[in-house]
């Protein structure tokens, strides 16, 4: 039998029934992710109500999760590429599940920004678990697609978010939002039996044999019979000289580090900040809150399917001009919203459509440069410290929005000071703009050898 790579024989096989369940066992964790991080931006005015919080401690509230996505992001990457992904995923999703539970019985501020803090740390080594162990088992044609609908899995927690805040919290209260948080440390049950270990990393790792059977099952799925393989019949590429976060700084890997990094903090200051202040914004502009939150979740539901089109058409565009067009996309809304916001409900919701669709158009772009432009021994340190240091934007961001909310800035000028940021997170990839990797396959991004 002819020695292959593991790509070789993902392609080979294309989507089947195998790779599928990876996408929606990931997808559904990402879900449920989406929901426990965007509940906050939906129940920001009713805790404020109950504290008595001015808009500063307000955005904070928002903010302390991200706190929490930073520390917990970017351990979770370093630890996933020594104990395995699939370990890592499971137990970020118990940790941030469990400690939303806790934030039911906040008494205070001090408390509930606590509990966000060390929910956000489960919440932020969800996402780049996610996201490795889809691009390490997506067909090549199809890789950043499959990037894309796994972003598109968690704008969709995000949208259920919305519509229980509109249904149950004005019933309930809030503090059930957090409650129901805690559904998905039964879920950590159902990937730790369904979920197999990235074959990629078993191979780096030197565990050929366990990949081995995991590329029967790969056979079996695709409806081909499992041929006799032998650890020696998987061929290994070339193993990097120096990982970890050093591995990140290591020649051929810096620039693209530093690009990667200042797109992903500029990107997710604009969008952690629309998230978490729009439904507030639409409130203090004079909506109830049945149609802000209404708005917000057609945002959200734009969003979703902006992340859909920008997998499908990276895939034919190439990932640098893609992103490119999808950032010009981007700037254009944030002006075309600074003006909606006085021109009445049917603007605003309009502007609301095409903010929320164009943002995640440009921030789901580059998602799938990241696994693409590192190799498998520090992959997952790559993805974790970029989500990271892309949350440090995304912490500042609600902050910031709340100190100029004080300070008496219109939302419309607030819009159109997002330009700036934009603007930067796209200049920030043009030292990833190199080397294409649309259609490469990771191996022979990497190199190999037997």
């Known amino acids: 039998m002819k020695a292959q790579y593991l790509s070789e024989i993902m392609d080979d096989l294309g989507v089947s029934r195998f790779t599928i369940k990876i996408l929606v066992v990931v997808g559904i964790a990402m879900m449920f992710d989406g929901f426990d991080y965007m509940i906050v931006s939906y129940t ?226 604009v969008m952690y900040g629309i998230n978490a202040w729009t439904p507030s914004m639409l409130l203090l502009t004079g909506f109830d809150v049945t149609e802000s939150y209404g708005f917000t979740i057609a945002q959200n539901f734009a969003a979703m399917v902006a992340t859909c089109l920008a997998g499908m058409m990276i895939e034919r565009t190439g990932r640098i001009r893609g992103a490119f067009i999808a950032f010009g996309l981007a700037i254009l809304s944030c002006i075309v919203m600074s003006f909606a916001l006085g021109l009445g409900h049917a603007a605003i919701f309009a502007g609301c459509i095409f903010l929320g669709f164009s943002v995640n158009f440009a921030i789901t772009c580059p998602k799938s440069l990241t696994p693409e432009l590192f190799p498998t021994e520090f992959r997952g340190t790559a993805i974790a410290f970029t989500a990271a240091v892309g949350r440090i934007g995304g912490f500042c961001a609600p902050l910031a929005f709340g100190v100029a909310v004080g300070a008496g800035m219109s939302f419309g000028n607030l819009m159109l000071l997002l330009v700036v940021p934009l603007a930067l997170a796209v200049f920030a990839l043009v030292p990833c703009a190199r080397k294409e990797t649309m259609g490469v396959s990771l191996e022979e991004l990497h190199g190999a050898r037997k």
């Open 44 to 269: 920001m005015p009713q805790i404020a109500a109950e504290w008595g919080l001015d808009s500063v401690s307000m955005g904070g509230l928002s903010s302390w999760s991200l706190l929490g996505l930073v520390a917990g992001g970017s351990l979770s990457g370093i630890v996933a590429d020594h104990i395995g992904r699939k370990k890592t995923l499971v137990g970020s999703t118990v940790l941030y599940s469990v400690l939303s539970v806790v934030t039911f019985f906040s008494t205070g501020y001090e408390m509930f920004a606590l509990c966000r803090v060390l929910t956000g740390a489960g919440l932020g080594a969800c996402i780049p678990m996610a996201n490795t162990i889809n691009s390490e088992y997506a067909p090549t044609k199809v890789r950043g697609l499959f990037i894309a609908l796994g972003m598109a899995f968690m704008i969709l927690g995000q949208i259920l978010a919305g519509v229980f805040a509109v249904f149950v919290i004005p019933v309930f209260g809030w503090r059930v939002s957090y409650l129901l948080g805690g559904i998905p440390v039964f879920y950590a049950l159902a990937i730790h039996f369904v979920l197999p270990e990235s074959a990629l990393w078993l191979v780096v790792k030197g565990r050929k044999a366990e990949a081995v059977a995991i590329v029967k099952q790969m056979e079996r799925s695709a409806g081909v019979p499992a041929r006799n393989w032998k650890p020696e019949d998987i061929l290994v590429p070339v193993q990097a000289k120096t990982v970890g976060v050093r591995g990140l700084f290591s020649r051929g890997y810096a620039l693209s580090t530093v690009g990667l990094w200042l797109n992903a903090f500029f990107i997710a200051a």
